[in-house]
Structure formats: structure tokens, C-alpha cells
């Protein structure tokens, strides 16, 4: 790709990231995103091929940030599971700063939107293998990195699914928790440790 055509072809993404930042999802058309960029829609039609070469596009530059997030984590310490939980709060952070782009990621927010197989597999396997390093510090022989990573991200995933849901409608009377920021994260918190304790999954000196 040339120097030219990538600059234009990242144009149209920062435009599409924005569109979907400010308006959401339903909001991801070509025309949409042509008018942020301040293009034709030919011009969209001609970088991505239409609509699923745009919605990959995205995909994939959602991907990059969550990647970039877990890359950029502050160095290891001893404390294994301080870092794991650590990593699971930053999770929850950037799941909130913006809940349309999560959905881009994790839900089903364009019911036509389908991710490319190759694609999906790649970005899923490239953020999963960062965050199985952190399970795999802590998980003790007999027990599969793999696997305990995969129960600890869905209870993740899970938590913070039921949070973005509950929290973009009006509070239900009488529910257990109150719609603070503090008591959702509380109960994020008490549930990921709690996944953790019952994986088994420890630092190597048995703290």
C-alpha cells in the first residue's frame, strides 16, 4: 500500500472510530462515514469495498486499542495476582470508556455484520494470548493456563456484559445494587477474584 492510499484508508477509520464513538453503531453507514471524513462515498467504496470491508476495518482497529491497552500495563511485579486482577480492572476501564465500541467487539450490535473468520480468529487469538501470559503466571502445575484463562475472560466478559446492559436503562426498583459507579465495580471486582480463587490459580510461593 502506498504511502498515500494508507494515510487516506486510516482518514476514513478515524472517521468510522468517531462515528462510532459519538453516534454508535446503527450510525456505521457509508454515507455516515463518508461525511465524517469529509469524502464521497465512492471514496469509502473504493478504500474498503463496502460496508463489510469498513465494518472489518473497524473491527480490526478496535482490536489494535484493546491490544495496545494490554501492551501498555505497567511492568510485572511478584504479585502475580494483583497483575491479573490488575489487568481485569483495566478491562473493565476500557470497556467503559466506550460501551459501542465493546459491543463492536464482544456483541452483536449490526445483526448483519458477521467478522471476517481469518480476521476474528487473529485479533481474538493476538489480545487472549497477552491476557493467558498473566493466568499463566499464577496457575499452578496441573492446572491449563488455557483453559482457567478462558472461564476467568468469559466471568469478565459476562459481568461487564450484564453492567453496560443494566446501566443504559433507567434503574429497577429494589434491584440489589445501587446504580453507582462504585458498587459495580465492587461487585466486577469481588466476582473476578472470586473466579480466580475457585480456578485455583496462585503465585508460585502460595500467597
Known sequence: ???????????????????????????????????????????????????????????????DLLREMLESLPPETEDGLADLLGLAMEFRAFAWANPARYALMFER??????????????????????????????SPPGIDARTAGYQLWSTMHGLMSME???????????WFLSPTDEAYEEVYRSGVRSTITGLGLRNTDGS
Do not use: C
Open 164 to 174: 453496560l446492559t443494566l446501566r443504559s436503562r433507567p434503574p429497577v426498583s429494589g
Open 109 to 138: 450490535p449490526l445483526p448483519d455484520f458477521n467478522p471476517d473468520p481469518g480476521l476474528r480468529a487473529v485479533v481474538l487469538r493476538t489480545t487472549f494470548e497477552l491476557f493467558i501470559d498473566k493466568v499463566r503466571r499464577v
Open 1 to 63: 500500500m502506498q504511502p498515500a492510499e494508507h494515510h487516506s484508508r486510516e482518514r476514513f477509520l478515524d472517521a468510522a472510530l468517531a462515528v462510532l464513538l459519538d453516534r454508535g453503531p446503527t450510525a456505521l453507514t457509508i454515507r455516515g462515514v463518508a461525511e465524517a471524513a469529509g469524502a464521497s462515498t465512492i471514496a469509502v467504496y473504493t478504500r474498503f469495498g463496502g460496508r463489510s470491508g469498513l465494518y472489518d476495518a473497524l473491527y480490526e482497529r478496535t482490536f
